[in-house]
């Protein structure tokens, strides 16, 4: 993905410790259905934890929607970034995506008579306090509408390489774009109103069937970004597009319950989505910048997603 000479985010906070890099200003975690984080993958370390252990506790938490920050596993394994100076080219790396999703959504927002508001990304080590609460690492990459902030643990691009096998720059930036996909669906009123429905759901797989959407929509979205971002840029390379096609795939709710050893699939504990769908719907925003289709993915029954 080709970044040079592109302008970096003013909404960025740094809030790793000794944190050299600053493109902005500076500054337990509740459960998407209640309006607070909203994770591409959630506590994906506790998932090889599990693998490695047999102790399955802080993915089977993962996957209802809530979080630990007492598990010291998660932390004892979270993969470091390397030097500081990687750190803090990965940090401009993602500062520089965050500030193609403002050109790009700004410019969508205004087409269609709204002002779009951005959000702030914050880059922080091991464990953040947000308006939602507090989570570690081992969360991923979340957005937490309390704060209209998505939150960036570095370290999850080198999870994502070593244990997901999902690397490259436009896989890293599918992450952070899925992210600010979260704010648009804020945005635009989606997210409390798919929220409002989670609630109203007498049983945790119904409200499970309105997070996966929740999800693929985010995924759509994060599609669009890149479809306008290469159009207007020019920044995709070969093998940019499989890139992020494969980093959907090795999120998808089946594979990672495949991965974790399942001997059955338990769909109804999916919360994202199976990888088909991850795929299908990041690739339909990829591929036709249409913005209108992602109306589908609200109405269509579950068997057509």
């Given at each position: 993905m080709k970044l040079d000479g592109r302008r970096e985010s003013s909404n960025v906070e740094d809030r790793r410790s000794g944190g050299g890099f600053s493109s902005g200003s500076g500054s337990r975690m509740s459960t998407g259905k209640k309006g607070g984080c909203i994770t591409i993958i959630v506590a994906i370390v506790g998932l090889f934890i599990g693998m490695k252990t047999g102790n399955w506790g802080l993915f089977q938490s993962a996957t209802d929607g809530t979080f630990s920050t007492t598990t010291t596993e998660a932390t004892t394994t979270r993969t470091s970034t390397g030097s500081s100076k990687q750190s803090d080219e990965l940090a401009s790396f993602a500062s520089k995506i965050l500030a193609s999703t403002e050109d790009v959504w700004s410019n969508i927002f205004k087409q269609n008579g709204r002002q779009y508001r951005a959000p702030k990304m914050v880059i922080f080590e091991d464990g953040v306090n947000t308006a939602c609460g507090e989570a570690s690492s081992s969360t991923g990459p979340f957005y937490c509408s309390g704060d209209q902030k998505l939150y960036l643990d570095l370290s999850f691009f080198a999870t994502m390489k070593n244990q997901l096998g999902a690397s490259g720059d436009f896989a890293y930036a599918y992450v952070i774009a899925h992210e600010v996909g979260h704010h648009i669906e804020y945005e635009l009123g989606l997210l409390s109103q798919l929220h409002r429905q989670m609630d109203q759901c007498r049983t945790?797989?119904?409200?499970?069937?309105?997070?996966?959407?929740?999800?693929?929509?985010?995924?759509?979205?994060?599609?669009?970004?890149?479809?306008?971002?290469?159009?207007?840029?020019?920044?995709?390379?070969?093998?940019?597009?499989?890139?992020?096609?494969?980093?959907?795939?090795?999120?998808?709710?089946?594979?990672?319950?495949?991965?974790?050893?399942?001997?059955?699939?338990?769909?109804?504990?999916?919360?994202?989505?199976?990888?088909?769908?991850?795929?299908?719907?990041?690739?339909?925003?990829?591929?036709?910048?249409?913005?209108?289709?992602?109306?589908?993915?609200?109405?269509?029954?579950?068997?057509?997603?």
């Amino acid at each position: 993905m080709k970044l040079d000479g592109r302008r970096e985010s003013s909404n960025v906070e740094d809030r790793r410790s000794g944190g050299g890099f600053s493109s902005g200003s500076g500054s337990r975690m509740s459960t998407g259905k209640k309006g607070g984080c909203i994770t591409i993958i959630v506590a994906i370390v506790g998932l090889f934890i599990g693998m490695k252990t047999g102790n399955w506790g802080l993915f089977q938490s993962a996957t209802d929607g809530t979080f630990s920050t007492t598990t010291t596993e998660a932390t004892t394994t979270r993969t470091s970034t390397g030097s500081s100076k990687q750190s803090d080219e990965l940090a401009s790396f993602a500062s520089k995506i965050l500030a193609s999703t403002e050109d790009v959504w700004s410019n969508i927002f205004k087409q269609n008579g709204r002002q779009y508001r951005a959000p702030k990304m914050v880059i922080f080590e091991d464990g953040v306090n947000t308006a939602c609460g507090e989570a570690s690492s081992s969360t991923g990459p979340f957005y937490c509408s309390g704060d209209q902030k998505l939150y960036l643990d570095l370290s999850f691009f080198a999870t994502m390489k070593n244990q997901l096998g999902a690397s490259g720059d436009f896989a890293y930036a599918y992450v952070i774009a899925h992210e600010v996909g979260h704010h648009i669906e804020y945005e635009l009123g989606l997210l409390s109103q798919l929220h409002r429905q989670m609630d109203q759901c007498r049983t945790e797989a119904e409200a499970n069937k309105i997070s996966v959407r929740i999800e693929l929509l985010a995924d759509f979205y994060a599609g669009i970004w890149g479809y306008y971002e290469n159009k207007t840029f020019k920044s995709l390379e070969d093998g940019d597009l499989e890139e992020a096609i494969n980093c959907a795939h090795q999120i998808g709710d089946d594979y990672l319950q495949k991965s974790a050893g399942y001997r059955q699939i338990k769909a109804e504990a999916f919360t994202h989505g199976t990888s088909q769908q991850r795929m299908k719907w990041l690739k339909l925003g990829l591929t036709t910048g249409d913005i209108s289709k992602g109306n589908q993915i609200l109405s269509l029954p579950d068997s057509q997603l």
